[in-house]
């Protein structure tokens, strides 16, 4: 399939996946998941959360996964079949504005760094700084280098501006000087009974 603009793979969303763990176990939290529920990840990826949900739900529930890339499908298949959770843990490519599954199917539902729901009430939203003195990481996870290549194609910056911005950042990495902060924001709701 052709990649859609902002396309990240199964290598960025482990890596990133890492750094945003205490954000990722939070959110399982708020999903009060009790042995033998069915639960929804929607955009999974190559099972980053599916697997870990798994042993929340226990043998006798259920985690579906859905994601519109049919690699990450395959991936994620491949990886709960490899942890032996192939029984528990189903990925299917489905698309979230076209979800295949009957109204209120699931006990409770995820969906991370893709979010388009209506009508939830309870919405709860929570800040959660994280902090990397790892500029090599950053720019992996902000995929900055393709933002530069946009922003010198468009004209925003010229290549001696850039040079001179990615001189400074070197700098304060070279001397132990560096640190960024992200702000993501975990939103929390819940849809009316
Ligand atoms: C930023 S990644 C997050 C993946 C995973 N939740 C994680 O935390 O590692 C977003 C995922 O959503 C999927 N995705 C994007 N738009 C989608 C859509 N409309 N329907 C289903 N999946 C979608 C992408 O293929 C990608 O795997």
């Not at 698309?95 to 309870?122: I, M, N």
């Not at 501006?161 to 709701?189: I, Y």
Request: proline share 4%; aromatic share 8%; with cysteine.
């Amino acid at each position: 399939m052709s990649r859609p603009k902002g396309y990240v793979d199964s290598g960025y969303l482990r890596t990133v996946g890492e750094f945003v763990k205490a954000l990722k176990l939070l959110s399982y939290d708020h999903m009060h998941i009790q042995a033998g529920q069915s639960v929804l990840d929607v955009g999974c990826g190559p099972a980053s959360d599916t697997i870990e949900l798994a042993a929340m739900v226990g043998p006798t529930g259920t985690v579906f996964g859905i994601d519109y890339d049919q690699s990450m499908i395959e991936g994620a298949e491949r990886r709960a079949r490899e942890a032996g959770l192939a029984d528990v843990v189903k990925h299917q490519r489905a698309d979230s504005a076209h979800l295949p599954f009957r109204s209120a199917q699931f006990d409770s539902c995820r969906s991370e760094r893709l979010f388009k729901q209506q009508g939830l009430v309870e919405i709860e939203i929570h800040p959660f700084p994280l902090v990397t003195t790892d500029l090599a990481f950053m720019r992996q996870a902000t995929v900055i280098d393709e933002t530069e290549r946009i922003a010198r194609a468009e004209g925003v910056i010229t290549e001696e501006k850039l040079n001179h911005w990615r001189a400074e950042l070197k700098d304060a990495d070279d001397r132990g000087l560096f640190f960024a902060v992200m702000l993501q924001l975990l939103a929390v709701g819940r849809k009316p009974s």
